[in-house]
């Protein structure tokens, strides 16, 4: 259940400044998809980090939301930061790519890396003074386990009779 994790995250930046305010939008029924908790990890961690920097010095919120629809789990990761302008998006998962002073150009390339090893996407959506938002795809188990419905390689009741 990927609420746990970002729940986790949630609680480590709970209190990282008085200023930006971390908050989630989860839903109370599970949402189940395979995923490598370390490295699913690493890749939230890196977006919220991100978000956090994108306020820094002002007053903010920083909205971790997730639901399941259609088979799909979606995650976002929202800040009412500055946004980014179009130069900005046309690169922002290029490796060494950084506007950051002190960034090395690789926490999105990451952070992708991992969403696409787990058959997701990420996709970002972002406006100059508008904030952003990150929004990642995942496979629910349900769909998943629809992938081997009607296959006839796979048996859906093993009783041993």
């Not at 908050?23 to 980090?49: H, S």
């Not at 997730?66 to 500055?82: R, Y």
């Not at 926490?107 to 100059?128: K, N, P, Y």
Request: with cysteine.
């Amino acid at each position: 259940d990927i609420r746990e994790l970002i729940t986790e995250i949630e609680t480590m930046y709970r209190s990282i400044s008085g200023q930006i305010q971390v908050k989630t939008d989860l839903p109370d029924q599970p949402l189940v998809c395979r995923f490598d908790r370390d490295q699913m990890k690493r890749a939230l961690v890196n977006l919220v980090q991100n978000a956090v920097q994108a306020l820094s010095g002002q007053r903010g919120t920083i909205l971790l939301r997730a639901t399941e629809t259609d088979g799909w789990i979606i995650l976002e990761i929202e800040d009412s930061g500055h946004g980014m302008d179009d130069q900005t998006l046309v690169h922002l998962f290029e490796p060494y790519f950084s506007t950051k002073k002190e960034g090395t150009g690789l926490g999105l390339v990451i952070t992708r890396a991992v969403i696409d090893a787990h058959d997701g996407d990420i996709r970002v959506s972002s406006r100059e003074g508008s904030g952003t938002c990150f929004t990642i795809r995942l496979a629910a188990v349900s769909r998943t386990n629809e992938f081997f419905k009607g296959d006839n390689n796979v048996e859906e009741n093993n009783t041993g009779n």
